[in-house]
């Protein structure tokens, strides 16, 4: 009589115990479920309310499914090999997978799966949670798409600003007149060739070097330098400015330097071109 007595006590405290774990499990925000492995396919023997909220099915609708209703027709992703893949193996895994609901509008599934196992070590259940990132993933898909269209507009200016310094660079080669292009540090990035032809250089001795630098610092001029580093900055252009000197190879010159400030954007900003004209027969003339 005690014993039947204390064995229905016994039931009662685990009933009292199933309650308040299926309450739990009820009030979670997560979906939840959870499969026999003992039965044919693994089907589903629990539903929290919150699975039957995202999903739009019905209790009924969803016990003794496999949980791969979910899916739909959108069978080829490869999030379903990993989770046959776990179930077989009695692992634990965690992905995200596209399902859909009883209406058909998709949505993003985080779901984790993990193994139940009894005294032997079998896999007897599994539990499955899971969580709606549809608008996670809405926001993560504009995130790359508002990138992916910055880095378009990118490559689309840094084109542009490419075939502006190719054009730039084509005038100065076909221009009959001494051209340089100078960066904001006064290191010439290019000599047309009726510069080199002029003052007897190769592109070597001329490009990547200082202007003031150049062969025996014949364009080391005060003047000349004061007009170029401290009024060319201001966007001032260096006008008709006179250089008397006698250069390597060439002998004594008079020259007429101007200087212009190009403004580009990007990597092209703040290029100088210096134009140079011979003007010492035009000067021997006029005496």
Known sequence: MLETIYNHLNSINDNLDNNIYLQALNSAKSGIIITDNKQPDNPIIY??????????????????????????????????????????????????????????????????????????????????????????KKAENELREEKASAEKKILERTKELHDNEAFLSSIIQTVRESLLVLDSSYRVLSANTHFLNSFKVTPEDTVDKILFELGNHQWDIEPLKELLTKILPTNNPVIDFEVDHDFPYIGRKIMLVNAYRVEFEGQYKDRILIAIEDITEKKEIDR
């Not at 995202?54 to 379903?80: K, M, S, V, W």
Request: hydrophobic fraction near 30%; proline fraction near 2%.
């Open 47 to 136: 539903c929290n309310k919150s699975f039957e909220e995202i999903t739009g099915y019905t209790h009924n609708e969803i016990i003794g499914h496999n949980c791969r209703f979910l899916q739909a027709q959108d069978r080829t992703q490869p999030e379903r090999e990993m989770i046959k893949d776990a179930v077989k193996k009695g692992k634990e895994c965690q992905l995200e997978i596209r399902n859909y609901r009883k209406n058909g509008t998709l949505f993003w599934n985080e779901l984790i799966i993990s193994p139940v196992k009894n005294k032997k070590g079998e896999v007897t259940h599994f539990i499955g949670v899971q969580n709606d990132i549809t608008y996670r």
